[in-house]
């Protein structure tokens, strides 16, 4: 069966940068903006992308359904629109593109057969289309061939064959590395600032880490708009490296670290409007006041 | 008090090549071997340290004494050095150059202190003199001033003033940083091979995460070598985070994945006779056999 109609949810940063990919390749892309704020009504509003208003309706009328959503959400939303499967007898591709664990997907994949739809795994590596390099979507199981067509401009879609949530396990590894330096770049920087050798610290960085010290001022001081989200895929990659017999304590720390900056004042800030003009010692001295000082252990004279 | 006499403990790989600095500088340099591998009195040897074989006559000629050990060992040896202080009655100034907590620091101090002796919070940053940019030897308390005169060429001193344990904070968090990194690269690396998708998240860094796999191919290859010996400096660290109000778990971590590795059959390689010509997937191979897989977890098909 050839895709027309593609179900959209939800249509947020990323989902919605897809979605002009999508409508670009002649789709029709549909969703439900129930409940969304007037941001996200906004964005899809000047894309394109057409409200059903009711989940009903989108799953009813779609020829795949698109998941993408914070990872905590991803369970919840494949339940949901199960049912409604169940409910009218459809049988649409459904594509799981969260960032979750390749045993979570394996738990949504019972779940969305059990119903009668044919299920995709997939995973999203890179920056939404349209901000720098091309998208890559990975995707991977018996149907993921079907999904193919979709790829164009800022948008690679690539197969990882018949076995379930391969695509899944590759973007956990791979945010299991940049997510994992993000925040132990910023646990870095704010062990310094407590212990009161933050400037010495900056300088080896500056002049022994050039790399790591780039890194730091390229992304720290914007690292709180996607904070919260992240916090639920932290334990996704921490529960995929401890299946694998590997430490989870990495990420147990970087969730620890997003769980911070998400209760920061910069947390409110979207990639459309935050600051480019903070610098990292406006961010770090931000951080570092949300965490009740031990005087204890600054250096005692 | 002109320093003339140190007494440099122990001579392993970074004592040794400070040694050779001291040495380079018409320091007398003394230490013990007792106890110590063929390659350690090799070292020595060829670098010109004396052998005075006990260390009551060690602590007895030097008008300072370095502590350059495994963090492990830093405060038993201190509490060894603070005793025949005692007995000698003499007052040597005793630097304590280890990867240690500032609160571990500021325990040593206050054990050498109450024997007589004058003690000196230092931390070493960078590779052993001589093996690319110059080594720097961080001071810091009432005394880091006398320590001043020792570098030269290859080994730069650097005063972090008079408050206590600031060096050892400053190692602290720079080692979090390169240690973390590398360690976490490995995890990430080691999910990749046990969930199957190794080839694939390599060829997604290497276009995508270019300096990450650079680092990668430069360190994991022989990053055994060092690993029993740093598990206690990931330990040292996880307190002083802690203690910080940060998360202990990246460094729970990289004390597990220097675990792992310190017991791979790589790990019996010195610097000097490891197989330079080892590959990034010969080490991940080797790494990955150590841990058993769980089939339930790899990829489902």
Redesign the interface.
């Given at each position: 069966m050839a895709i027309k109609t593609i179900g959209l949810m939800s249509p947020g940063d990323m989902g919605n940068e897809i979605g002009k990919v999508l409508l670009k390749n002649k789709y029709r892309v549909i969703t439900s903006l129930n409940g969304r704020s007037d941001r996200t009504r906004d964005l899809c509003f000047k894309a394109g992308i057409e409200d059903l208003r009711d989940l009903h309706m989108v799953v009813n009328e779609s020829d795949l359904i698109l998941s993408i959503m914070p990872p905590s959400e991803a369970e919840v939303f494949a339940n949901e629109v199960m049912k409604i499967i169940q409910d009218l007898k459809v049988e649409p591709l459904y594509a799981e593109c969260n960032a979750i664990a390749?045993?979570t997907s394996?738990r949504i994949r019972l779940l969305i057969s059990s119903a009668g739809a044919l299920y995709v795994d997939a995973g999203i590596?890179?920056p939404p289309p349209g901000r720098g390099?091309a998208t890559?979507l990975?995707v991977s199981g018996k149907y993921a061939e079907q999904i193919l067509p979709l790829g164009g401009e800022n948008l690679k879609i690539i197969s990882?064959g018949?076995?379930?949530?391969?695509s899944s396990?590759?973007k956990?590894?791979?945010a299991?590395?940049?997510k994992?330096?993000m925040?132990?770049?910023t646990?870095?920087?704010?062990?310094?600032k407590?212990?009161?050798?933050y400037e010495?610290?900056k300088t080896?960085?500056s002049e022994?880490?050039p790399?790591?010290f780039n890194?730091m001022n390229n992304r720290i001081p914007w690292l709180s708009t996607d904070a919260r989200r992240w916090i639920g895929e932290m334990n996704e990659i921490r529960n995929?490296?401890e299946?694998?017999?590997?430490?989870?304590?990495?990420?147990?720390?970087?969730a620890?670290?997003f769980s911070l900056l998400s209760e920061s004042p910069l947390a409110i800030e979207t990639v459309e409007n935050a600051d480019r003009s903070r610098t990292l010692d406006e961010a770090i001295n931000i951080f570092a006041e949300m965490?009740?000082?031990?005087p204890?252990?600054s250096?005692?004279?």
């Open positions: 390749p045993s394996e590596i890179g390099e890559r990975y990882l018949k076995d379930w949530a391969r396990a590759l956990m590894c791979y299991a590395l940049t994992g330096t925040t132990l770049d646990a870095v920087l704010l062990a310094g407590q212990l009161g050798v010495e610290l080896e960085f022994s880490q790399e790591a890194r995929t490296l299946v694998s017999q590997l430490p989870g304590g990495f990420h147990r720390g970087a620890e670290i965490i009740r000082i031990n204890e252990e250096n005692q004279s």
